[in-house]
């Protein structure tokens, strides 16, 4: 089946450092990663889109410049949370379009301190 | 108002009740997918309708996209079923997909 590997499941940084997430596709070609963020008791909520080889797309109130995204293959996309602060703490996953759908990463909780 | 809404918000039922959750949708959709998430967060596809009925083991989909509705039902619950169950709706662009708040499901022993 399609699975999507997500890198780390949890981090914990000090405000001010950059964090990165890395999300694979382990057996199929992902030209779409689609990134998400949760916060408790909350939806799931689009942050962008990025596709292999070009620039991601944000959504309204994403900062493109804190928010990292990276599509330079076509099994990796990775997100980059640069000078953390407290209140980026949250849930992140990342989906792919495969063969058999959407197929998500495991998520990564990011923790601010 | 959301564009994906779910009901119940919260449910509890004890072991082998019959338990249904509920989607509504506003706007035009290629397909919805129901999707089940662990409490470490972890998300797992449970099904992508475009029309009718599915059915996955003890696990059934149902979409009717005139009334923009799906509901998703899960026949002798179990414990192990515990977790929450969230909506989300493709538009059939570019946009990924938009979801509901979920349903946190608890089934008692």
């Known amino acids: 089946g399609a699975v999507v590997s997500q890198h780390p499941s949890w981090v914990i940084c000090k405000s001010g450092t950059s964090v990165k997430i890395e999300c694979r596709s382990l057996d199929f070609q992902a030209t779409t990663m689609f990134w998400y963020r949760q916060f408790p008791k909350q939806s799931l909520m689009l942050m962008a889109t990025?596709?292999?080889?070009?620039?991601?797309?944000?959504e309204q109130g994403v900062e493109k410049d804190k928010f990292l995204i990276n599509h330079a293959s076509l099994t990796l996309s990775t997100l980059t949370v640069t000078s953390a602060h407290p209140e980026d703490s949250s849930f992140y996953i990342c989906?792919?379009?495969?063969?058999?759908?959407?197929?998500f990463g495991s998520g990564t909780r990011l923790t601010v301190v | 108002k959301n564009e994906v809404e779910q009901s119940p918000q919260n449910l509890t039922a004890q072991e082998g009740e019959f338990i249904t959750i509920n989607c509504s949708y506003s706007?035009?959709?290629?397909?919805l997918h129901w999707l089940q998430q662990h409490p470490g967060g972890g998300i797992v596809s449970l099904f992508m309708?475009?029309?009718g009925k599915k059915k996955h083991g003890r696990l059934i989909a149902t979409i009717n996209i005139q009334e923009k509705h799906s509901s998703l039902h899960i026949t002798a619950s179990h414990p192990r079923d515990s977790a929450v169950y969230i909506c989300a709706v493709d538009r059939g662009g570019a946009d990924g997909l938009t979801f509901g708040k979920g349903t946190h499901l608890i089934i008692q022993p």
């Open positions: 990025s596709n292999e080889g070009s620039k991601a797309t944000y």
């Open positions: 989906s792919a379009t495969g063969p058999l759908g959407y197929t």
């Open positions: 706007v035009g959709i290629s397909a």
């Open positions: 309708l475009s029309s």
